[in-house]
T-cell receptor, first 110, second 110 residues
Framework: DVKVTQSSRYLVKRTGEKVFLECVQD?????MFWYRQDPGLGLRLIYF???????EKGDIPEGYSVSREKKERFSLILESASTNQTSMYLC?????????FGPGTRLTVL | KQEVTQIPAALSVPEGENLVLNCSFT??????LQWFRQDPGKGLTSLLL?????REQTSGRLNASLDKSSGRSTLYIAASQPGDSATYLC?????????FGTGTRLKVLA
């Protein structure tokens, strides 16, 4: 069964910490995405990658960076976490039948 | 800039009713449109994908239509059940990117 996995379901961090969110897909997909989801704002694209070491900014990249050293793994990095980055983070990889999502990581920044 | 809107934001219906969820988008130059279901605290699950050249897709009790020229899609759910309670999101694909609506939160009452 194909899947996208995310390293943590729930994460609590302190303001100023460096935070790594990991996403792994086992489908050999080229494209991978990071979204954040907030009530009333829907899903907003942070970054996406269309190949190893290739990345493009989405709509809200400020305060985030990404890394894609291997095809199956796409990491989201919060360089210095802030309280306004408290959110649900969703990773997806893209196939011919559209994006397949991971279960999400609920991040709380105190 | 593409904008995707879903109305209503929330809907509560008695079990057994047929219902229609609406999705509208501002730029008709889309590759496809997809409907997703999201259960609380979980990732998104794909329901139906309609290519830009298609008018509708069906899966079981679900039927999705697409009118690209008017920028509209509807998701029809027949004979609703309590298990259909979830948030339903539509998304349009523009090149590499998927742009999401904010969703309709559906509650089906037993």
């Amino acid at each position: 069964d194909v899947k996208v996995t995310q390293s943590s379901r729930y994460l609590v961090k302190r303001t100023g910490e460096k935070v790594f969110l990991e996403c792994v897909q086992d489908m050999d997909h080229e494209n991978m995405f990071w979204y954040r989801q907030d009530p009333g704002l829907g899903l907003r694209l942070i970054y996406f990658s269309y190949d190893v070491k290739m990345k493009e900014k989405g709509d809200i990249p400020e305060g985030y960076s990404v890394s894609r050293e291997k095809k199956e793994r796409f990491s989201l990095i919060l360089e210095s976490a802030s309280t306004n980055q408290t959110s649900m983070y969703l990773c997806a990889s893209s196939s011919s039948v559209g994006p397949i999502f991971g279960p999400g990581t609920r991040l709380t920044v105190l | 800039k593409q904008e995707v809107t879903q109305i209503p934001a929330a809907l509560s219906v008695p079990e057994g009713e047929n219902l229609v969820l609406n999705c509208s988008f501002t730029d008709s130059a889309i590759y496809n449109l997809q409907w997703f279901r999201q259960d609380p605290g979980k990732g998104l699950t794909s329901l139906l994908l309609i290519q830009s050249s298609q008018r509708e897709q069906t899966s079981g009790r679900l039927n999705a239509s697409l009118d690209k020229s008017s920028g509209r899609s509807t998701l029809y759910i027949a004979a609703s059940q309590p298990g259909d309670s979830a948030t339903y999101l539509c998304a349009v694909r523009m090149a590499y990117k998927y742009i999401f609506g904010t969703g309709t939160r559906l509650k089906v009452l037993a």
